[in-house]
């Protein structure tokens, strides 16, 4: 995949790993647009990276989503990658019933729903472009799933499954499709759940995976494990039961 004079969507674009991915692609002279929630991240983003366009935009919308797709064609017609960064954890205990589910955003329409919606809007202007891609940021909890995080790690299970195939859905067409599948990595993810359950490892820096995937991506290299994310994919096929026990163990499911 060339990485060179590209349009690129970064959802999630304005902290964390969408923020680095934004870096390495304006290094590598693209136009980069990141999207986000929050008017004062996407601030912050543009005084960092000067060269950022930003949109403001609640990807779990479904007309935002429109909106968002409608100002991209609108104002960069040559648009031919979007990168499905957004994401939010919550840890969820369904020991509890109702409450912890539906006191918080909804990780299915960020995570999960809002990547399906807005590779189909973008996926016919993509076939015809002349090279285009759709990156799609799971996680090694969609191999190995966390038992705090039930429903995050769901839907990261769900975008590997789609990423595989919608990648061979459009294997005939111009598009890519690519998957990068990061470990535990330092960012505002879990809005500060790691601190207030004492987990000193916070994980790798979002700027690794950034460089690591832009590399694999350059090769085409579709999916791309970062990480421990590479043993964990091989380890998970061999005995499953065991890397389960060995990544709960880490953050277990505190008794009631």
Request: hydrophobic content about 40%; glycine content about 6%; charged content about 20%.
């Amino acid at each position: 995949m060339n990485l060179t004079n590209n349009t690129i969507l970064i959802t999630g674009g304005a902290t964390g790993i969408g923020l680095e991915l934004a870096k390495q692609f304006v290094a590598k002279g693209n136009t980069v647009i990141v999207c986000g929630r929050r008017e004062n991240k996407l601030k912050e983003a543009k005084i960092l990276l000067p060269q950022l366009i930003t949109k403001q935009c609640d990807i779990s919308n479904v007309e935002e989503r429109r909106q968002l797709f409608n100002f991209c064609i609108a104002q960069f017609p040559a648009i031919n990658i979007i990168v499905n960064n957004a994401g939010i954890q919550r840890e969820i205990d369904f020991r509890k019933g109702e409450t912890d589910y539906l006191n918080g955003d909804s990780e299915t329409s960020i995570n999960l729903e809002a990547t399906f919606h807005l590779t189909a809007l973008f996926t016919p202007h993509f076939m015809k472009q002349k090279e285009s891609a759709i990156v799609n940021v799971s996680s090694g909890l969609g191999i190995v799933p966390l038992g705090i995080v039930p429903i995050y790690s769901a839907t990261k299970s769900a975008l590997h499954s789609f990423s595989i195939s919608l990648r061979k859905q459009l294997e005939a067409t111009t598009v890519k499709v690519f998957e990068i599948l990061p470990p535990i990595v330092d960012t505002e993810l879990d809005n500060g759940a790691r601190d207030k359950r004492g987990q000193t490892d916070k994980g790798i820096s979002a700027e690794k995976v950034a460089i690591e995937s832009l590399n694999a991506i350059s090769k085409d290299i579709f999916e791309i494990p970062i990480g421990i994310v590479k043993v964990l994919r091989i380890g998970s096929r061999i005995n499953p039961k065991l890397f389960l026990k060995i990544i709960n163990k880490k953050s277990p499911v505190q008794p009631l």
